[in-house]
């Protein structure tokens, strides 16, 4: 089984900064793609950033410029920092990898359980 477990949210005042960390644990043979995501209170789930494997990125214009993804290939980690935070940034932010468990299998689409970033005013 593989699992991703997050961590480094929290409160924090708006402007300040954060840094998530998603660790994936397990039978893990590659991961592809890892990417952020969150989801306000009644709002859909939205991709926030995501990162490939050769370390290519992309992001959501809302967040353009504040935040930055990364990732350690060799822990099965990737990161994400966010910077000048602001009200709206407020939400549960999931981890999400695919990854595959062979050299013959199948990616698996794994999610962490998520982590609370609320931004004051």
């Known amino acids: 089984q593989v699992q991703l477990v997050e961590s480094g949210g929290g409160l924090v005042q708006a402007g300040g900064s954060l840094r998530l960390s998603c660790a994936a644990s397990?039978?893990?043979?590659?991961?592809?793609?890892m990417a952020w995501y969150r989801q306000a209170p009644g709002k859909q789930r939205e991709l926030v950033t995501r990162?490939?494997?050769?370390?290519?990125?992309n992001y959501a214009d809302s967040v353009k410029g504040r935040f930055t993804i990364s990732r350690d290939n060799a822990k099965n980690t990737v990161y994400l920092q966010m910077n000048s935070l602001k009200p709206e940034d407020t939400a549960v932010y999931y981890c999400?990898?695919?990854?595959?468990?062979?050299?013959?299998?199948?990616?698996?689409?794994?999610w962490g359980q998520g982590t609370q970033v609320t931004v004051s005013s």
């Open positions: 990162i490939t494997s050769a370390g290519s990125t």
């Open positions: 397990g039978t893990i043979f590659s991961i592809n793609a």
């Open positions: 999400n990898a695919h990854i595959r468990t062979s050299y013959t299998g199948p990616t698996y689409d794994r």
